[in-house]
């Protein structure tokens, strides 16, 4: 069956698929352009994107921005989203079960963008997406291609606000990834 972008909103609104959906006040779905060659995939909503039902207007999303802007690009281009829809308590890292049953979602958000270029913005997405013992701090900014997609890592936003020297090599990886569209000519 293919769903349309408003088909999948409604199915996330209305998830019951984990023990998320009892805790959470909104379900984030991803945002962005549906034409995007860009896609950003994180993984899981903060507090702040929980009470919103946005991804990255807290704190991460300041540094996102900021990144995005040193790099000359913008959110109204690219599309931003997480693996999970929900917001797992006190922030911790997502559980197998949950990310298996929001997995579905982004499968549908990817296949209704066919995005050319896919960066997981911190470990939890590169081990989800790209490898299973991806290393972010060894393999960001590297490159792998599947099914006429490129896919490459960065820091998330939060692991900058932790450890601010990761700033400067985030850009670097923005910018590579800015590099990598031109290269593509998108």
């Given at each position: 069956?293919?769903?349309?972008?408003?088909?999948?909103?409604?199915?996330?609104?209305?998830?019951?698929?984990?023990?998320?959906?009892?805790?959470r006040?909104?379900?984030?779905?991803?945002?962005?352009?549906?034409?995007?060659?860009?896609?950003?995939?994180?993984?899981?909503?903060?507090?702040?994107?929980?009470?919103?039902?946005l991804?990255?207007?807290?704190?991460?999303?300041?540094?996102?921005?900021?990144?995005?802007?040193?790099?000359?690009?913008?959110?109204?281009?690219?599309?931003?989203?997480?693996?999970?829809?929900?917001?797992?308590?006190?922030?911790?890292?997502?559980?197998?079960?949950?990310?298996?049953?929001?997995f579905?979602?982004?499968?549908?958000?990817?296949?209704?963008?066919?995005p050319?270029?896919?960066?997981?913005?911190?470990?939890?997405?590169?081990?989800?997406?790209?490898?299973?013992?991806?290393?972010?701090?060894?393999?960001?900014?590297?490159?792998?291609?599947?099914?006429n997609?490129?896919?490459?890592?960065?820091?998330?936003?939060?692991?900058?606000?932790?450890?601010?020297?990761?700033?400067?090599?985030?850009?670097?990886?923005?910018?590579?990834?800015?590099?990598?569209?031109?290269?593509?000519?998108?």
């Amino acid at each position: 069956m293919q769903y349309t972008w408003k088909e999948i909103e409604q199915h996330v609104e209305s998830c019951t698929h984990c023990p998320l959906s009892r805790t959470r006040h909104q379900p984030v779905m991803g945002r962005g352009s549906h034409q995007a060659d860009i896609m950003l995939i994180a993984e899981a909503p903060g507090g702040q994107e929980d009470q919103q039902g946005l991804p990255f207007v807290g704190p991460s999303g300041k540094i996102l921005d900021s990144l995005l802007g040193d790099c000359g690009l913008d959110r109204e281009e690219i599309y931003i989203t997480n693996i999970l829809k929900c917001h797992p308590p006190g922030n911790r890292e997502p559980r197998v079960e949950e990310k298996e049953a929001c997995f579905p979602y982004l499968k549908y958000e990817t296949f209704l963008l066919t995005p050319k270029i896919i960066v997981c913005l911190g470990r939890v997405a590169a081990q989800r997406i790209i490898s299973p013992d991806f290393k972010i701090t060894r393999q960001h900014g590297t490159w792998t291609y599947r099914k006429n997609c490129a896919l490459t890592a960065t820091y998330h936003p939060s692991a900058i606000l932790r450890d601010s020297s990761k700033y400067e090599i985030a850009k670097r990886d923005f910018l590579e990834i800015v590099a990598k569209r031109t290269e593509l000519n998108l």
